[in-house]
């Protein structure tokens, strides 16, 4: 038997595996319009911006404002942007993985409920009264 472990992938050879990669990846069984996936992403991505954004709020709160710029109502907006605007800057950079596990969930329940039923045993009188 042969233990040896694979060649670590180098950038050099990333490019020669992914096309193999890409070909060998399983595809969604049901087709979707480029419309309707592009949506789709969207919204994983629009979720992945405020999950990030409600996580760099949390983390901003304990923060207090320094004299003599700092505090009041017009600080606690801006930071409410600013992380906002935080956790869309982190996604449009490719984000922390958030998105794409969102989305592969988004496809597979669609692929769920377009899957068709299994076809149905009618059931018999006496099967529907034997308890």
């Known amino acids: 038997m042969d233990f040896s472990l694979p060649a670590p992938v180098t950038a050099s050879s990333f490019g020669q595996i992914l096309p193999k990669a890409l070909a060998n990846a399983p595809q969604a069984s049901t087709p979707m319009s480029p419309a309707k996936e592009k949506a789709m992403r969207a919204a994983a ?12 709020e949390t983390m901003f709160s304990g923060l207090e404002a320094e004299e003599p710029f700092g505090g009041g109502h017009a600080e606690k907006m801006w930071r409410s942007q600013l992380s906002q605007e935080m956790g869309r800057s982190i996604t449009k950079a490719g984000g922390i993985g958030i998105a794409d596990s969102v989305y592969r969930s988004m496809i597979a329940q669609q692929e769920a409920a377009l899957a068709p039923l299994p076809p149905q045993q009618p ?9």
């Open 45 to 56: 991505q629009e979720f992945e911006a405020v999950f990030i954004g409600q996580m760099t």
């Open 123 to 131: 059931a018999s009188a006496a099967s529907a009264y034997a308890n």
